[in-house]
């Protein structure tokens, strides 16, 4: 009964007003029910939350703008390079990341602050700290084992500085130290925390790890990279600290550049 | 000639005729509105539904894409019918465009910008596809060309005693004769090597890119910069080579992270 004669009649909404369609069991524009035996739901509203769309555009261009200076700054590297003879240009250069990163961790002081404060670590977490490091630098070492037979031929940075007559002090400075620093403030610490604002805690440790590989500007380190990545990303997520993943980062450094000068 | 359709409820479709040397027609339920609309600049056309309801054309020419075209019903935008097809999230019936509600199940549906939103996400998906298949065309080719110039070079490398120092300096370092030798040899391999990984990267993100979106664009967008500055530090002129291409995928790619963004935090 109630059937036929809503086939016969046009229907409106009750609620809005609109025609209805004739075997609509929802109105189309206001998602009321129109057969009252179903239960109602409420019709609700489609909202946007464009304020936080705003703030996670205006966090990922500033990620954009330290993943660009950093860039640039690889870029006038290496047009300096044709000119200028090693090491200057590479020492010029990592002062002038430095600076950026420094102005960003600026920015970003809030989430960085607390990734300086010395780590309450027990025993056992710095066990497996040290365990993950040396598995860390047993399989790192394998890969480039592996590369180096297979024939790529790596730069070899300790070189530039060698040649140029460099005290080894100065170069374990700038080799390993300096970017231990600023790579871990700067992927570890801006990118990493700020990504953990839009995305989860996974997501965001890969992000950093694959924009960390990239940024060595060599796809044949972009694996052996991207794991260094994970594996400092993973150490500040654990500890909530940067220290550990510096400390290990300046060893890795120091490790590749004493095999270099043959000192190991 | 190309034609937009949008249908904004049951009793009003709209028709957008473009054709050639500024023959545009629009139509409401096969009525002609009266008026020229201009296409090439960034132009309003505002018309009345036949429920006397303000509808209005708005035209924006956008940088290194084709120009958006959008209908605009009372302020709210309105899906444009290619964009579909229009399923229900919930019981998957297909709906009409512009429906607010599934009428079968009650469900809500999005908002016409999450419609534009996804088409961005695609194109996206899109641009980083055909970037590893760049990648890979790109990198067969050059091995190509790269070992046919070596086989030259080292010809004339032949005369030389292994262990002199090779004349001029490369970027600054001088080799011997026999380490010139064997990077050139390296040479094309590792081209083919690097864009192999490059394409088989991409092709990885794209697949990820389904899942999750904004994560995969973001990490092709600072790949794909990563590696036009790596090109330009090589070779200063490639910056120039096909630039305009550059430019259109790196505006796809940021258009698909913003669209990707806006989706991410509409569902939060």
Known sequence: MHDSSRNQTEQYCPICRRKLRPEARFCISCGRAIDISTDAPAPHELKQSGSSFKSHWKEIKQIGCLFGLLLSSSFVLGMIGRFVSPPWPQTIASGADALIVFVFAGFRYREILPLLDWPKLSMRSVLELVALALAFIILLNLYFTLIKSAGVPIVHIASTYSNAGWHV?????????????????????????????????????????????????????????????????????????????MALHATWNALVLFKELNLL | MKLMTWEVDDAN????????????????????????????????????????????????????????????????????????????????????????????????????????????????????????????????????????????????????????????????????????????IWEPWSILIQNSILAAIMAGLAFWGKR?????????????????????????????????????????????????????????
């Not at chain 2, 999750?212 to 910056?239: D, E, K, M, R, W």
């Open chain 1, 169 to 245: 002090g100065i170069m374990l400075i700038l080799v390993s130290v300096m970017p231990a620093i600023i790579e871990e403030l700067a992927f570890r610490g801006v990118i990493q925390s700020t990504f953990e604002h839009i995305f989860d805690k996974r997501d965001a440790l890969l992000i950093q790890a694959a924009l960390f590989s990239v940024l060595h500007l060599s796809p044949i380190v972009f694996p052996s990279h991207f794991l260094m990545g994970l594996c400092f990303g993973y150490m500040r997520l654990r500890t909530k600290c940067l220290y550990p993943s």
């Open chain 2, 13 to 184: 479709i709209v028709n957008l005729k473009i054709g050639g040397f500024g023959k545009n027609s629009l139509t409401v339920n096969g009525m002609e509105v009266p008026g020229r609309l201009r296409l090439r600049k960034k132009s309003e056309f505002p018309f009345e539904l036949s429920d006397g309801r303000n509808a209005n054309i708005l035209i924006n020419p956008r940088f290194a894409s084709r120009r958006v075209i959008e209908l605009r019903v009372d302020g709210q935008l309105m899906v444009e019918s290619g964009e579909g097809p229009f399923l229900c999230d919930s019981c998957g019936t297909t709906v009409k465009p512009n429906d607010r509600f599934c009428g079968v199940c009650g469900h809500a549906m999005p908002p016409a910008e999450h419609y534009v939103h996804r088409r961005h996400i695609k194109e996206a998906t899109t641009a980083i596809t055909v970037l590893a298949v760049l990648f890979l065309f790109g990198g067969v080719v050059m091995f190509f060309i790269t070992k046919s110039h070596v086989a030259d070079a080292l010809i004339r490398l032949n005369g030389l005693n292994p262990n002199e120092i090779f004349p001029k300096s490369i970027n600054g370092v001088t080799y011997t004769v026999a380490v010139l030798r064997e990077q050139l």
């Open chain 2, 212 to 268: 999750s979106p904004l994560a995969a664009v973001l990490i092709a967008t600072a790949i794909y910069a990563v590696v036009i500055v790596t090109h330009a530090i090589i070779n200063p002129q490639s910056i120039g080579q096909g630039v305009f291409m550059k430019i259109i995928i790196i505006a796809c790619l940021i258009r698909g992270i913003k669209s990707a963004l806006a989706l991410n935090t509409a569902d939060a």
